[in-house]
């Protein structure tokens, strides 16, 4: 088993991420929300070690399910944050359990229950403003919600908005689950409105990433995973 030693003079490293197994158009329920969203939280940990982002992950759900062993094993030389949502798995320890035994303590594989619309919602305050909607539309408890996505689309269908419902909510007798502008759309309420420190009261699995990335170092003598 070979060890990569501690090198004295790195320069702080750049902060690499796998934002979501749903990122871009064409992934399944995903979008650019989900990138914008991990960048964010990342950013906002305001921790020293992290100079840049780079996002990886583009194309879709399998893609990050099947390559996550090679993500573990880059995570030797340089940190990965991995986002993604719970999906299908009764609690995040199933999923990190059966994705990533053997992780390394450079890789951090972060799960958003159920996804990260719960995140999302959890800022009620500002999602409805954003949306233009009553405050009491915006559902409580988001990490309990078993389908977050179908409820902020209702909340959108809601909207005193036509341009938000046009681009949220998918046209009547649509098989879609969300409208065609969605990801956009909520790509901007991330990046200009969104306040995570208030969804992280309301979300614990938004707190625990926080905590996790607030309180994580990189380690340079890693040991490769069995």
């Given at each position: 088993?070979?060890?990569?030693?501690?090198?004295?003079?790195?320069?702080?490293?750049?902060?690499?991420?796998?934002?979501?197994?749903?990122?871009?158009?064409?992934?399944?329920?995903?979008?650019?929300?989900?990138?914008?969203?991990?960048?964010?939280?990342?950013?906002?940990?305001?921790?020293?070690?992290?100079?840049?982002?780079?996002?990886?992950?583009?194309?879709?759900?399998?893609?990050?399910?099947?390559?996550?062993?090679?993500?573990?094993?880059?995570?030797?030389?340089?940190?990965?944050?991995?986002?993604?949502?719970?999906?299908?798995?009764?609690?995040?320890?199933?999923?990190?359990?059966?994705?990533?035994?053997?992780?390394?303590?450079?890789?951090?594989?972060?799960?958003?229950?159920?996804?990260?619309?719960?995140?999302?919602?959890?800022?009620?305050?500002?999602?409805?403003?954003?949306?233009?909607?009553?405050?009491?539309?915006?559902?409580?408890?988001?990490?309990?919600?078993?389908?977050?996505?179908?409820?902020?689309?209702?909340?959108?269908?809601?909207?005193r908005s036509r341009e938000i419902r046009?681009?949220?909510?998918?046209?009547?007798g649509s098989t879609a689950k969300q409208?065609?502008?969605?990801?956009?759309?909520?790509?901007?309420?991330v990046y200009a409105t969104w306040d995570?420190?208030?969804?992280?009261?309301?979300?614990?699995?938004?707190?625990?990433?926080?905590?996790?990335?607030?309180?994580?170092?990189?380690?340079?003598?890693?040991?490769?995973?069995?």
């Open positions: 088993m070979r060890t990569r030693r501690s090198r004295a003079r790195l320069p702080p490293i750049w902060g690499n991420s796998i934002f979501s197994h749903e990122i871009d158009s064409g992934c399944p329920g995903g979008g650019r929300r989900t990138e914008r969203g991990g960048t964010q939280t990342l950013a906002r940990t305001h921790r020293p070690w992290i100079r840049g982002r780079t996002v990886y992950g583009r194309s879709g759900y399998g893609y990050l399910r099947r390559t996550i062993g090679g993500w573990n094993r880059a995570a030797r030389g340089i940190p990965f944050v991995v986002l993604t949502d719970l999906d299908r798995y009764p609690c995040p320890s199933a999923l990190i359990g059966e994705w990533a035994p053997h992780r390394n303590a450079n890789l951090l594989l972060r799960v958003a229950v159920r996804e990260v619309e719960s995140w999302i919602l959890a800022d009620p305050r500002n999602l409805s403003a954003f949306l233009r909607v009553k405050p009491g539309i915006i559902p409580p408890q988001a990490d309990s919600l078993p389908d977050p996505k179908a409820s902020l689309v209702a909340a959108a269908d809601r909207s046009l681009r949220v909510v998918p046209k009547r409208g065609p502008d969605y990801n956009a759309c909520l790509a901007e309420f995570i420190e208030s969804a992280a009261v309301s979300s614990p699995s938004l707190a625990r990433t926080m905590a996790r990335l607030r309180s994580f170092m990189p380690s340079w003598d890693v040991r490769d995973p069995v």
